[in-house]
């Protein structure tokens, strides 16, 4: 069974920090991975996606991939009070077909100001 | 502006009834997804739907339906509402953008049984 793994923390992060978050996974044929930033009671919003090893830099928030070692990552440079919300890691199915995301059940991040 | 619209976002039914919750999204992309989140669970995949006439189970389908007569939407039925399904409810849908399946959700329905 495809699994997702993360830390349910809660993380907590003075403001102006950088925090990061991480992810394993189990289906080794993954090809693409996806970081959701979930406030309570919302839907879940696309943050970044990766698709290649390395790292992908987007404002604030940069997305590491390691597919040897079957691990994401996501820094949040600068952490406002406004990004403390639960950070949701997903990777798709082997082959990259379109028949769904499997989901970490979500790291709680807090910044504390 | 595209968009996914759910209804209703709130919904209190009880045990045994039959429940059909709506989704309806304006982006014109062919591929649709139903979740549930339950607290230590996460996000977990009921079905999803390349296209029209098209649907497929996911991880835990028991007690769900979905059809695809259109593009835009595809409706998730409860065909006999159970406690175990009091939950919030996300649907999706995604286009291949950069050959990724990238998903965007809707507002979410949160469906009580009792």
């Known amino acids: 069974q495809k699994e997702v793994e993360q830390n349910s923390g809660p993380l907590s992060v003075p403001e102006g920090a950088i925090a990061s978050l991480n992810c394993t996974y189990s289906?080794?044929?993954?090809?693409?991975f996806f970081w959701y930033r979930q406030y309570s009671g919302k839907s879940p919003e696309l943050i970044m996606s990766?698709?290649?090893?390395g790292d992908k830099e987007d404002g604030r928030f940069t997305a590491q991939l390691n597919k040897a070692s079957q691990y994401v990552s996501l820094l949040i440079r600068d952490s406002q009070p406004s990004d403390s919300a639960t950070y949701l890691c997903?990777?798709?199915?082997?082959?990259?077909?379109?028949?769904?995301?499997?989901f970490g059940k979500g790291t709680h991040l807090i910044i504390q100001p | 502006d595209a968009e996914i619209t759910q209804s209703p976002r709130h919904k209190i039914t009880e045990t045994g009834r039959q429940v059909t919750l709506a989704c309806h999204q304006t982006w014109n992309h062919n591929n649709m997804f139903w979740y549930r989140q339950d607290l230590g669970h996460g996000l977990r995949l009921i079905h999803y739907?390349?296209?029209?006439?098209?649907?497929n189970k996911g991880e835990v389908s028991d007690g769900y339906s979905v059809s695809r007569s259109n593009t835009e939407d595809l409706p998730l039925t409860l065909e006999s509402a159970a406690s175990s399904q009091t939950s919030v409810y996300f649907c999706?849908?995604?286009?291949?953008?950069?050959?990724?399946?990238?998903?965007?959700f809707g507002p979410g329905t949160r469906l009580t049984v009792l």
């Open positions: 739907s390349y296209g029209v006439h098209d649907t």
């Open positions: 997903a990777g798709d199915s082997s082959g990259g077909g379109a028949d769904g995301l499997t």
């Open positions: 990766i698709y290649s090893n």
């Open positions: 289906d080794r044929g993954s090809q693409s």
């Open positions: 999706a849908s995604s286009d291949r953008t950069g050959g990724a399946d990238t998903q965007y």
